[in-house]
């Protein structure tokens, strides 16, 4: 299984960006997508996360700026990161809960990271 990110870079502050992220592999059924970043200094935190039945949760610093969305038939989630902050700059990780068999426990998968930098 792999996760692969994509749509990082280098925005200013009060822009957007759109992140994207497909699970790739040997995949029966995925309970839970999402994202968490990592600032340098800092722990990695919850940006937002989706069930396949839609339910979402969000960390508290996003809320009301950040959008997650999921296509199920397509193993993809996406962040929609509007009004951004200098504080937003981190490494963003998505992230899976998910099985790879009919009888399997779910398990959680991460991808590599892309670096979303936030200009002030």
């Known amino acids: 299984v792999q996760l692969q990110a994509s749509g990082g870079g280098l925005v200013q502050a009060g822009g957007s960006l759109r992140l994207s992220c497909v699970a790739s592999?040997?995949?029966?059924?995925?309970?839970?997508m999402g994202w968490y970043r990592q600032a340098v200094g800092k722990q990695r935190e919850l940006v937002a996360v989706?069930?396949?039945?839609?339910?979402?949760n969000y960390g508290d610093s996003v809320k009301g700026r950040f959008t997650i969305s999921r296509d199920n038939a397509k193993n993809m989630v996406y962040l929609q990161a509007n009004s951004l902050k200098f504080e937003d700059t981190a490494v963003y990780y998505c992230?899976?809960?998910?099985?790879?068999?009919?009888?399997?426990?779910?398990?959680?998968?991460w991808g590599q990271g892309t670096q979303v930098t936030v200009s002030s």
């Open positions: 992230a899976a809960s998910l099985t790879t068999t009919a009888l399997g426990s779910a398990r959680d998968y």
């Open positions: 592999g040997s995949i029966f059924s995925i309970k839970t």
């Open positions: 989706m069930s396949t039945r839609g339910n979402t």
